[in-house]
């Protein structure tokens, strides 16, 4: 295979024309010539384009114009290589172009020089032409001198003699080339884009029993990069990859909204380097401007846990509570481990993750979604559902001692009423600062971490717990 030769250094000079002597010969390359495609989305709004063209060209000094690239192409990653052909080709420059034919910048491109206003008389419908000379041109305010008057607009239609030189329809890729093998060659051009982005959607269907769901998982590709991809290979990386360069904002994601019954998923999954890398099994078009969703992953009966949290908070630990906390909600959660135990044991990317349930009258209804991370197998899912609302709790400060500079006490009663018609389980969830001790418990609790206390109170149905502690503080 012959490699194509860099001797220059590979840079982006944008919006230039090239430099040097003409090339002998120029040739363009289109979408027409292209053989392969390849693109690799990451969930970072970033994408890779692996672009296969068989071009014919003649030998010694030319310019191949590259068009059909991605609008928003990141110059400095472009690569090109030669993969087949005779000869070797040894680029001398690369060049992109992006200064796209526009009103504003034509009219830019004749500041000073003359254009012509073509009027139709309505009447007898013969056309008259005015020269005029472009004075001005921004921001859509154009000034013109005509016959040593100056106008800031005219009835007549604007006809330019002919395009001004650089500028272009779509963006280009230039490279000044030498040939010393004439006849056709396949060349390969890589490059970064941004502008294209992928994310997962999770669609959960909760059994009767809130003991068990179905999930699938769906790819969301939105692609903004301002090129076609014709019948491309398509990849999928989800991890987080380190980029220099600031913040993008994301475009918002259609999100998916089926539940039933779904094929197989069309991925194929498999760790690549610190990544997870997800290849399509068949070739697909992402379409400019198109948001695409395909089925990611199916999995049925996974095992799930209901369970109901009443979190507190770091402030009510630090000094007098002037009232009681009536409006704090508590939340509801639905837990699972991502093992083969429990009906998953595969990689999950982040990305929203919706749950359905059907009522008793076997409609569906949407119950809550939040956000997952990623979640590599064997590791727990935790997803927030809602607020209960059959569920009431009340928060009251009984006492409250300053011991002395660094330290003081702290006494709480929480009342848990529940109006389900169902014995349940609450988890109270106290994040303590400082150097804490429980002294005084009405129930057990778990020492979750250094500055949580976590009590596992139950609630008979239609029925009232109370939990009553005191806690020691020190700074």
Same mark, same amino acid.
């Given at each position: 295979?012959?490699?194509?030769?860099?001797?220059?250094?590979?840079?982006?000079?944008?919006?230039?024309?090239?430099?040097?002597?003409?090339?002998?010969?120029?040739?363009?390359?289109?979408?027409?010539?292209?053989?392969?495609?390849?693109?690799?989305?990451?969930?970072?709004?970033?994408?890779?384009?692996?672009?296969?063209?068989?071009?014919?060209?003649?030998?010694?000094?030319?310019?191949?114009?590259?068009?059909?690239?991605?609008?928003?192409?990141?110059?400095?990653?472009?690569?090109?290589? =030669?993969?087949?052909?005779?000869?070797?080709?040894?680029?001398?420059?690369?060049?992109?172009?992006?200064?796209?034919?526009?009103?504003?910048?034509?009219?830019?491109?004749?500041?000073?020089?003359? $254009?012509?206003?073509? @009027?139709?008389?309505?009447?007898?419908?013969?056309?008259?032409?005015?020269?005029?000379?472009?004075?001005?041109?921004?921001?859509?305010?154009?000034?013109?001198?005509?016959?040593?008057?100056?106008?800031?607009?005219?009835?007549?239609?604007?006809?330019?003699?002919?395009?001004?030189?650089?500028?272009?329809?779509?963006?280009?890729?230039?490279?000044?080339?030498?040939?010393?093998?004439?006849?056709?060659?396949?060349?390969?051009?890589?490059?970064?884009?941004?502008?294209?982005?992928?994310?997962?959607?999770?669609?959960?269907?909760?059994?009767?029993?809130?003991?068990?769901?179905?999930?699938?998982?769906?790819?969301?590709?939105?692609?903004?990069?301002?090129?076609?991809?014709?019948?491309?290979?398509?990849?999928?990386?989800?991890?987080?990859?380190?980029?220099?360069?600031?913040?993008? =904002?994301?475009?918002?994601?259609?999100?998916?909204?089926?539940?039933?019954?779904?094929?197989?998923?069309?991925?194929?999954?498999?760790?690549?380097?610190?990544?997870?890398?997800?290849?399509?099994?068949?070739?697909?078009?992402?379409?400019?401007?198109?948001?695409?969703?395909?089925?990611?992953?199916?999995?049925?009966?996974?095992?799930?846990?209901?369970?109901?949290?009443?979190?507190?908070?770091?402030?009510?630990?630090?000094?007098?509570?002037?009232?009681?906390?009536?409006?704090?909600?508590?939340?509801?959660?639905?837990?699972?481990?991502?093992?083969?135990?429990?009906?998953?044991?595969?990689?999950?990317?982040?990305?929203?993750?919706? $749950?359905?349930?059907?009522?008793?009258?076997?409609?569906?209804?949407?119950?809550? @979604?939040?956000?997952?991370?990623?979640?590599?197998?064997?590791?727990?899912?935790?997803?927030?559902?809602?607020?209960?609302?059959?569920?009431?709790?009340?928060?009251?400060?009984?006492?409250? =001692?300053?011991?002395?500079?660094?330290?003081?006490?702290?006494?709480?009663?929480?009342?848990?009423?529940?109006?389900?018609?169902?014995?349940?389980?609450?988890?109270?969830? @106290?994040?303590?600062?400082?150097?804490?001790?429980?002294?005084?418990?009405?129930?057990?609790?778990?020492?979750?971490?250094?500055?949580?206390?976590?009590?596992?109170?139950?609630?008979?149905?239609?029925?009232?717990?109370?939990?009553?502690?005191?806690?020691?503080?020190?700074?």
């Amino acid at each position: 295979m012959n490699r194509l030769i860099v001797v220059a250094s590979v840079c982006c000079l944008l919006t230039m024309a090239l430099t040097g002597s003409a090339p002998a010969e120029e040739r363009v390359s289109t979408g027409d010539d292209q053989v392969d495609v390849a693109v690799t989305v990451y969930n970072s709004n970033l994408g890779l384009v692996r672009d296969l063209r068989k071009i014919e060209l003649p030998g010694g000094t030319l310019e191949l114009r590259f068009m059909d690239v991605a609008g928003a192409i990141n110059p400095q990653t472009v690569h090109i290589d =030669q993969v087949a052909g005779a000869g070797v080709l040894t680029v001398l420059e690369q060049n992109f172009e992006y200064d796209l034919i526009n009103q504003q910048k034509l009219l830019e491109k004749y500041l000073g020089k003359k $254009v012509v206003f073509l @009027e139709i008389d309505e009447n007898t419908k013969k056309t008259s032409r005015t020269e005029a000379v472009v004075l001005a041109a921004a921001d859509d305010k154009m000034v013109f001198e005509i016959d040593g008057e100056i106008y800031f607009e005219h009835p007549g239609m604007l006809v330019l003699p002919e395009l001004p030189e650089n500028l272009i329809s779509k963006p280009t890729l230039v490279w000044l080339l030498d040939n010393d093998g004439a006849g056709t060659k396949t060349v390969e051009a890589s490059y970064l884009t941004r502008e294209i982005n992928w994310s997962a959607d999770y669609v959960a269907l909760l059994d009767r029993k809130d003991t068990s769901l179905d999930l699938s998982g769906w790819v969301t590709i939105e692609n903004r990069s301002g090129a076609t991809y014709n019948n491309a290979l398509l990849k999928l990386v989800a991890g987080e990859i380190h980029k220099v360069e600031p913040p993008v =904002q994301r475009y918002e994601m259609m999100k998916a909204q089926t539940v039933g019954a779904a094929r197989a998923p069309a991925f194929a999954e498999k760790p690549f380097f610190e990544y997870h890398l997800y290849t399509l099994d068949r070739r697909t078009t992402i379409k400019d401007n198109q948001t695409k969703q395909m089925q990611l992953l199916t999995a049925d009966d996974v095992t799930v846990a209901k369970k109901y949290e009443y979190r507190g908070e770091r402030h009510y630990f630090s000094g007098r509570m002037p009232r009681p906390v009536t409006d704090r909600k508590v939340g509801v959660y639905i837990e699972f481990r991502n093992d083969k135990d429990s009906g998953l044991g595969m990689p999950l990317p982040k990305g929203t993750f919706r $749950v359905y349930k059907r009522d008793d009258d076997d409609s569906l209804q949407f119950l809550g @979604e939040d956000s997952i991370d990623h979640t590599p197998r064997d590791e727990e899912v935790k997803v927030k559902i809602g607020e209960a609302f059959d569920i009431v709790a009340e928060r009251k400060q009984t006492d409250y =001692q300053r011991i002395g500079d660094n330290a003081h006490q702290n006494a709480f009663e929480i009342k848990i009423r529940n109006h389900k018609d169902e014995d349940i389980v609450v988890e109270v969830v @106290e994040p303590i600062p400082g150097d804490w001790q429980i002294t005084e418990k009405s129930h057990e609790f778990e020492k979750t971490d250094a500055f949580t206390a976590t009590f596992h109170i139950p609630v008979a149905k239609d029925g009232e717990s109370v939990l009553t502690y005191r806690v020691l503080i020190r700074y």
